[in-house]
């Protein structure tokens, strides 16, 4: 998958932000080989309703990514504040799945950390990906999806359980999902996006406020409005709606005026993603570069990137 980054100090100059791909193996602090024992990937996702609205949500997956690599020796990732990496572990081992007593992780990741972006969602589905290859366990995606919320919930880095990030993260396409049920009866509806919109993504820093359930109730209009736009296969005003709901919840004011003037300059939708305080920007590919400039003339960094689809994730498999 490919990815554009702008940002305001580069001068409106596009570049390709590199990653490097986990290696077979790579030397630890001391002169030891590490072996690489599996590895996996997947995406970042944006929203398209948020679940504590209405106990339902939608979210579909984008270009940017999480690769893991599952090593034969224990590492520190500094970024994994929760301990996510350790549930995941812990998780696996409790469902009596085969995994080497001593493991670690080399992450590599271009989804930006809590700013509503699902990573991780990503981390545990990327994690759980190479632990499935390592041991191979042919996991179905429904046990790989219900073992990445489990773990999440353990991590308590969710608050709504992660479903429809984490389905997003691992298959092509929008999922309405409830998620109290398992993954395998979780679906409710599901459909595609146009490939060819663009989508850009505001980041404008780390969410700074702890998000509470109670006002995401209070704007349940908006959230209804939201599902019926999904209902009738309308995703992308599902999107602008959501966003205005999550704004309003979260007292983002400056998310409105910015989704608002993104609209107003051509872009087909424009919403928070999760709780924020990222935007996302669904656009014609000809509009693209006119609606960058504006998010950078307002002071905020963005990514380009497209939705994932089929053949991505087919190629990210092998």
Known sequence: MSHQYRTRNENLTNFRKQREAPR???RSGGDREVNTLGKGRANGAI???HSLGLGRGCSIGIGIETEVALVDERSDISADSHN???SIEACWRSEGLPLPDKIGWKVTSDIPIGQGLKSSSALACAAILAMNESAWTNLSENSIVDLAVKS?????????GSMDDTWASISPGWKLVDPSLDA???VIIEGIIDESFSVLICLRGNRSSVVSSSPFLEQEPLFQRSLASIMRNSPLDSISTNGMAVAVATEDFDALRICNLCIAKGAVASGISGSGPAISIVCYEDDSKALEEVIIDMGFDVIKTKFSTSETLIEEAF
């Open 47 to 49: 929203s398209i309703l």
């Open 184 to 186: 395998s009866s979780s």
């Open 152 to 160: 999440q919930r353990l991590a308590k880095c969710t608050i709504t």
């Open 24 to 26: 077979n193996s790579y």
């Open 84 to 86: 996510l990496l350790n």
